[in-house]
């Protein structure tokens, strides 16, 4: 989860031991408890921290502010770092290499913190690695609605019913993911398309502490899933692969996807306030995910249909690219194809299907250039990409081609959508 | 009257705007307040343009707000940590009870007092530093002393918020009265003690933002877990703020530690005097600068046996420090607790009634907390080859309250006779001549980039920004 971009390398937040004055501000601050401490040190989990930079600014001292590349297999263990006197070097190029790591895939997982800071316009292509995260923007768009967040934290959490859960893929099929549906009752809990929420699985981990809250991009339109009822829904897929492709029992999925309905859950939240559908009827979206990525998709095209159903609505087109390894793993696939083509734009893409070549969403967003192009140049749309880490990269640089080859200047074009909130990366 | 927009003007998550008689109260506490910073707050700044860290709300977007704003002009805000409608009341004879919203009657004295003391040493440490901007040993170094006074002027809003809002008259009598003492006057001096020394120069004041502004994380910290549900919220956010204050300590002892050790090794000698002559502290002198305010500050934790402490803890007023993530019963009746006290001539522990010893249990947690950072400075001089240690005096050096009171004892715990104090004291305090010589040192050095000769520049700049970064602009 920590800035994965490619299978196995991760950029691992760390704190510096040497400057950190032990205040506990971060800890305190973390809207997902990701932070840790003994008598000795402050810590970050590997895998709980998604770099949402909420602690970077409190710390007083600057320690906080510290990535390293590691192998993903190799990440620095709550153990490990709660003895650590100094910061680890970093890792060279040939360490990397000894893990498996590619120099490129290392080069690519930069720190969020120095992406923000870094100028985009200044990295000229092919002299500098491509870093698609400095592209993402940072604001909501002009038109979002106000989103609230981190109403309820992990001391301070509140709990859910579950009133819905199916497999919204095919039986029987790899990538199980489950379409679940969780009611709040009279708790206050509002949300918009585009945020996230964090579920807090039951029982212990290992060191006998209470597990960390996973986070779970909302599924449903913000007036919910039924509309008018307090609930919402989530697309959980059962993790039983590693990023690396070891077997492993994910434990907040496979706990979420195996829930009943009638169950509580603990939840926390709301998380996100810049990944937020624009609100203007001129608007245009085009959204680009893999396999649960299409949660966020899913939320504001149902947010769209239902503006459209009450004729409150007119143009603003929706483009949706949409990738998974087969037609069965993918989400949502049947209540897709009902949508009517003019309200919404479907391009599928299958990196698994039996006697077909491999198709990724960069490649059919290649195909659809003309399109894109038109859209690119038009200060109405905006771009959403979710998915898994390693899609990022791929997509942001066929933006770029997409760009550069209609003879856009893509340094202004890419920072323009940057600043105005047009272009938002969710990938973990 | 007023026409200031206090929604605006006063970041506030209390509802201000729509409370008529807490606003009113606030427009007749705020010009004085005003007059006050004018009068005893930082010497000469008034026209400054500082980069200022504001809180405009208590969420990790909101609370660290960084700008150039005039400290005058500083959005000092109201500012309470979400609440929680159900909390319960985790210690004390009211364990399991709710958590009260507002004073209740028999427990209003206490409280107010706890208030009060805990606003008071807020104003009396800008009193203190008042001076200091006029010898700050570079730029960064003058923004950070400014952060520090515009943060303790938004922790005396805080309590003043407290009295005015649930004190009534009281309270606005109270809150006049912090800015009536004024810190080391003779008349009407601050309520506790080290709020009256003085903070002469800046390695004092990096020992005093490291050892005494971790006093105030602990008390905080303990009334953070108080029945009073406002007071426990606003401490808690006081506590993040804090946080700053001692870094500033911590760093800034580090970075003299630094210096001296390289003009130790650039000289190749231990000479104290040949290290003064090239302008740096020696380490004789910082030691006893430490063995000062060390033993200063944890008199300030009180009486070693308290009564009112046990009544603070089982009445629900004050909590110990992380009450919560303790494993006992939270009641604490019937358990004992260590503390020491001289029998013939001898250091000895006793066991009391842990009830009674709370304000020593804090004091203990206290000096946990400060030792381990000791080592982090010893860290400094190990990675720089230099053989010193500073170490941290006994508990029982040179206390002015509490059983220890008086007593002569050296910092290594060893009871002396007058004779041997009187002989021996010079090295183990600081001495007029060491004060003279670090005055000597305290020029004023404001070019972005340039550090005075005794101290390193800081591992980094303040919000990620350079280290030679124009923080404060002299208009
Ligand atoms: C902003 C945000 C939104 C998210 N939205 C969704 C969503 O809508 N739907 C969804 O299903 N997930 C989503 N996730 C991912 C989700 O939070 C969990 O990471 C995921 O469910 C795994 O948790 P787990 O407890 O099952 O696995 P864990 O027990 O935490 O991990 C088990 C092992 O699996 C690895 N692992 C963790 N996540 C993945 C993964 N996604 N793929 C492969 N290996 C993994 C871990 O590194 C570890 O080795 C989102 C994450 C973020 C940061
Ligand atoms: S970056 Fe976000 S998730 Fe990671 S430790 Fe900081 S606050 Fe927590
Ligand atoms: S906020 Fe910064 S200084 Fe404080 S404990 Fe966390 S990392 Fe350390």
Redesign the pocket.
């Known amino acids: 989860?920590n800035m994965?971009v490619e299978a196995g390398v991760i950029k691992q937040h760390l704190i510096d031991p040497e400057i950190c004055i032990r205040c506990n501000t971060c800890e305190a601050t973390c809207p997902i408890g990701a932070i840790t401490h003994d008598d000795n040190n402050y810590v970050v989990r590997a895998?709980?921290c998604?770099?949402?930079m909420a602690c970077i600014s409190p710390c007083p001292t600057g320690s906080i502010d510290n990535w390293r590349t590691v192998p993903?297999a190799r990440a620095y263990s709550i153990e490990e770092q709660l003895t650590w006197e100094e910061l680890p070097a970093e890792l060279t190029t040939e360490q990397l290499a000894g893990e498996g790591v590619s120099p490129s895939a290392a080069e690519a997982v930069e720190a969020p913190a120095t992406a923000a800071t870094q100028s985009a316009a200044t990295a000229e292509p092919g002299t500098v690695p491509f870093n698609s995260s400095a592209f993402g923007a940072t604001m909501p768009p002009w038109s979002a609605a106000h989103a609230y967040t981190n109403l309820f934290s992990p001391k301070k959490a509140t709990s859910a019913t579950v009133v819905g859960n199916f497999n919204c893929t095919e039986a029987g099929f790899d990538s199980q993911?489950h379409h679940v549906v969780l009611d709040f009752g009279t708790m206050p809990f509002p949300v918009l398309e585009g945020q996230?929420i964090?579920?807090v699985?039951p029982g212990t981990d290992a060191m006998g502490r209470a597990?960390?809250p996973?986070?779970?991009?909302?599924?449903s339109a913000r007036n919910g899933e039924r509309p008018g009822y307090n609930n919402l829904s989530?697309?959980?897929?059962?993790?039983t692969?590693?990023?690396?492709g070891?077997a492993?029992?994910?434990?907040?999925?496979?706990?979420?996807c195996d829930l009943k309905v009638g169950d509580k859950v603990t939840v926390v939240g709301p998380?996100?306030s810049t990944?937020l559908m624009p609100n203007h009827p001129r608007s245009h979206i085009v959204m680009i995910c893999t396999?649960?990525?299409?949660?966020?998709m899913r939320a504001m095209t149902e947010w769209r249909r239902r503006l459209r159903k009450s004729g409150k609505f007119e143009g603003g087109k929706l483009l949706l690219f949409f990738g998974a390894r087969t037609q069965q793993e993918l989400p949502y696939f049947g209540p897709l194809q009902s949508l009517p083509k003019d309200f919404i734009d479907i391009n599928f893409a299958f990196s698994r299907t039996p006697n077909q070549p491999k198709r990724y969403v960069q490649d059919l967003m290649r195909e659809r250039a003309a399109d894109l192009v038109a859209l690119l140049k038009d200060e109405q749309s905006h771009f959403f990409v979710?998915g898994?880490k390693s899609m990022e990269e791929g997509v942001v640089l066929a933006l770029r081609d997409v760009a550069q080859e209609a003879g856009l200047d893509w340094e202004t074009v890419g920072a323009g959508l940057k600043r105005e909130g047009r272009l938002h990366l969710?990938?973990? | 009257m007023s026409t200031v927009n206090y929604s605006e003007k006063i970041p506030n998550n209390v509802n201000l705007g729509e409370d008529r008689t807490l606003q009113r109260a606030l427009e007749g506490w705020q010009p004085n307040f005003i007059n006050w910073w004018d009068d005893v707050g930082p010497d000469g700044s008034t026209d400054h343009d500082v980069y200022l860290r504001t809180a405009v709300s208590v969420d990790p977007q909101g609370w660290a707000q960084f700008g150039h704003v005039k400290m005058r002009d500083y959005r000092w805000g109201i500012f309470l940590n979400p609440g929680d409608a159900n909390r319960e009341i985790h210690f004390g004879d009211h364990k399991g009870e709710k958590a009260w919203q507002d004073v209740p009657g028999e427990h209003r004295a206490n409280l107010k007092r706890i208030i009060v003391t805990q606003g008071d040493t807020e104003p009396a440490s800008v009193e203190q530093q008042r001076h200091l901007g006029l010898t700050a040993p570079s730029m960064y170094d003058l923004r950070n002393l400014y952060q520090i006074n515009v943060e303790e002027g938004r922790h005396l809003w805080a309590m003043v918020y407290l009295l005015h809002k649930h004190f009534g008259r009281d309270g606005r009598e109270e809150a006049e009265a912090l800015l009536q003492r004024t810190s080391g006057d003779v008349d009407n001096p601050r309520i506790l003690g080290a709020f009256n020394e003085k903070t002469p120069d800046w390695l004092a004041f990096f020992m005093f933002t490291y050892f005494t502004d971790r006093d105030g994380k602990f008390q905080l910290s303990a009334l953070a877990e108080s029945a009073f549900d406002p007071l426990a919220r606003t401490t808690k956010f006081m506590l993040t703020e804090e946080a700053h204050h001692m870094f500033v300590g911590e760093s800034g002892v580090s970075r003299v530690l630094s210096r001296t050790a390289a003009v130790m090794n650039e000289l190749k000698t231990e000479d104290a005097g040949l290290i003064r002559a090239a302008g740096a502290i020696d380490l004789g002198t910082i030691q006893r600068y430490l063995n000062f305010h060390y033993s200063v500050t944890i008199d300030l934790f009180g009486a070693d046996q308290s009564s009112n402490a046990a009544i603070f803890y089982s009445s629900g007023l004050k909590g110990r420090y992380e009450e919560g993530k303790r494993g006992d019963d939270h009641i604490l009746k019937g358990q004992t607790y260590k503390i020491l006290e001289v029998q013939n001539g001898q250091l000895q522990e006793k066991d009391v009634p842990m009830l009674n010893a709370l304000n020593e249990v804090l004091r203990d947690d206290f000096i946990k907390d400060s030792v381990a950072g000791v080592g982090r400075w010893n860290k400094v001089l190990e990675k720089a080859g230099i053989p010193t240690r500073l170490v941290v005096p006994h508990k029982a050096f040179n206390r002015q309250i509490g059983a220890l009171a008086g007593i002569k004892m050296s910092p290594l715990g060893v009871v002396v006779n007058e004779v041997e104090w009187a002989a021996k004291k010079n090295e183990w305090l600081p001495t007029p001549g060491d004060f003279a010589f670090v005055a000597s040192l305290m020029g004023r050095v404001v070019d972005p980039g340039k550090f005075a000769g005794w101290i390193a520049p800081p591992v980094m700049g303040v919000n990620r920004q350079p280290v030679d970064f124009e923080y404060v602009r002299f208009n």
């Open positions: 989860m994965v895998d709980v998604n770099g949402c993903m993911t996230s964090g579920i699985p597990h960390q996973r986070q779970y991009s909302v599924a989530l697309t959980v897929k059962r993790v692969e590693d990023h690396v070891n492993v029992q994910g434990i907040a999925s496979n706990y979420v998380f996100g990944f396999g649960t990525g299409s949660a966020p979710c898994l969710e990938t973990y």
